[in-house]
């Protein structure tokens, strides 16, 4: 009997320790199942981050990759058949497919020089467990923080590569027109001699006696085509700087208006609505009766432009070193193809004798004469707007 006992209790102490045992193996095993889930999310999470390191690196166009991030966001996500996302930046919403918005949201900023410029958010589907924000796992969080910091590094990229690609753009016309300017200072200052000339013979010739009438015609011809000829070489020189100035102070808003009133019945009688913005007292030193051809000639540009009516908007402003005017009309607009021409001389799209003013060669030349800058922006069909920047009055 007694060994019988002893039996049982040895049986029963041997059934312990395997039931410990298989507790033991069990823990192993879920801990084991732990780390494999667990290594599952990493590994999607991780592909994720690198499909999203791909599109910016291969897709130059922002919409697009924006696009693609979000749809590629969901699948970092541990649930993710139960996830959506969404991207804002500026005023621009990309949304992953079948997007639907909860309350149970995970969200980053993105950031632009420390401004926030928009948010990328996962959303879960609410009736997943108990529907609260701690279904995220630390991991995701950082994440979401990964990818918006990716976001925010690529569209600075993209805007500095914008500026970079117009800095170059500007010094390459800027040199285009330099290369211009010389070559016309050169054709004009030789030509501007024997046409002296030919007026002076013409002139004395036509003070001769007895001068036939055919010749007297003839001559008054060679005279006026001379004229005619100075005209276009004084633009030239003007394009290229070879005028002087004769600088003196001037209120801008002033000489603006002084220049504009021959325009004001024109304006009514077309339909155009002139408005004027200006900043009191901005004064620049600067030779008044060229800066005047400079209003002129962009304020009639600008009311050729709008043969349906529009508005036209002169505005001044003023910062710490410069003086800024600008001219802007709601007109035709300038194509991307011709809008790098427009300074050229003699770029006109207008037919013979429609374009009037000195044109905006010259206007180029007695910008860059002062000291001062000018910049067209244009949209075809929206208009058009030339910003002038001027030293403010010299000390
Ligand atoms: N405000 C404007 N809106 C649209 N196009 C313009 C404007 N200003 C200038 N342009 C374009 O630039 C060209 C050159 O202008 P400009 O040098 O003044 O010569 P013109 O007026 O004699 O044609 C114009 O023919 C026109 O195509
Ligand atoms: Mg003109």
């Given at each position: 009997m007694e060994t019988i006992d002893i039996q049982v209790e040895k049986q029963q102490q041997l059934i312990k320790k395997l039931q410990k045992r298989n507790n033991k193996l069990q823990r192993f095993y879920d801990e084991y199942q732990r780390v494999c889930r667990n290594e599952e999310e990493r590994i999607k999470e991780l592909n994720c981050l690198y499909q999203v390191a791909r599109f910016v690196v291969i897709e130059s166009n922002m919409d697009a990759a924006l696009d693609k991030i979000v749809c590629i966001?969901?699948?970092?996500?541990?649930y993710t058949k139960d996830a959506c996302a969404r991207i804002t930046f500026k005023e621009n919403i990309y949304l992953s497919p079948g997007f639907f918005e909860s309350k149970v949201c995970q969200s980053e900023k993105i950031l632009i020089d420390n401004q926030a410029m928009g948010a990328i958010e996962v959303f879960y589907n609410?009736?997943?467990?108990?529907?609260?924000?701690?279904?995220?796992?630390i991991e995701e969080r950082n994440l979401l923080k990964g990818i918006a910091n990716i976001i925010s590094s690529y569209v600075e990229k993209q805007r500095n590569d914008e500026n970079t690609k117009l800095i170059h753009q500007q010094l390459l016309h800027a040199d285009r027109l330099a290369s211009i300017g010389q070559l016309a200072a050169g054709v004009a200052h030789e030509l501007n001699e024997p046409l002296g000339n030919i007026l002076g013979l013409a002139q004395l010739s036509l003070?001769?006696?007895?001068?036939p009438d055919q010749a007297k015609k003839d001559l008054g011809k060679i005279e006026d085509c001379v004229i005619y000829s100075r005209e276009i070489i004084k633009k030239l020189m003007e394009f290229s700087r070879q005028s002087s100035l004769c600088k003196e102070k001037i209120n801008l808003n002033e000489l603006i208006d002084n220049s504009i009133t021959f325009l004001e019945a024109r304006c009514i009688k077309e339909g155009i609505e002139m408005l004027r913005q200006y900043t009191e007292n901005i004064t620049i030193t600067a030779d008044p009766n060229q800066i005047k051809q400079v209003i002129t000639n962009l304020t009639i540009n600008a009311t050729q432009a709008m043969k349906n009516g529009g508005k036209l908007i002169i505005s001044t402003r003023k910062d710490s070193k410069n003086a800024i005017l600008s001219i802007e009309d709601t007109g035709i607009g300038i194509s991307g193809e011709n809008i790098s021409k427009?300074?050229?001389?003699?770029?006109?799209?207008?037919?013979?004798?429609?374009?009037?003013?000195?044109?905006l060669s010259v206007v180029y030349g007695i910008i860059k004469n002062h000291n001062g800058d000018i910049k067209v922006s244009s949209e075809p069909g929206k208009g058009t707007i030339f910003e002038i920047c001027l030293p403010l009055e010299e000390n």
């Open positions: 966001v969901p699948h970092g996500w541990q609410p009736e997943l467990a108990s529907g609260s924000n701690d279904l995220f796992l003070k001769l006696a007895k001068l427009t300074f050229m001389p003699f770029f006109t799209t207008k037919d013979v004798g429609e374009g009037t003013g000195p044109g």
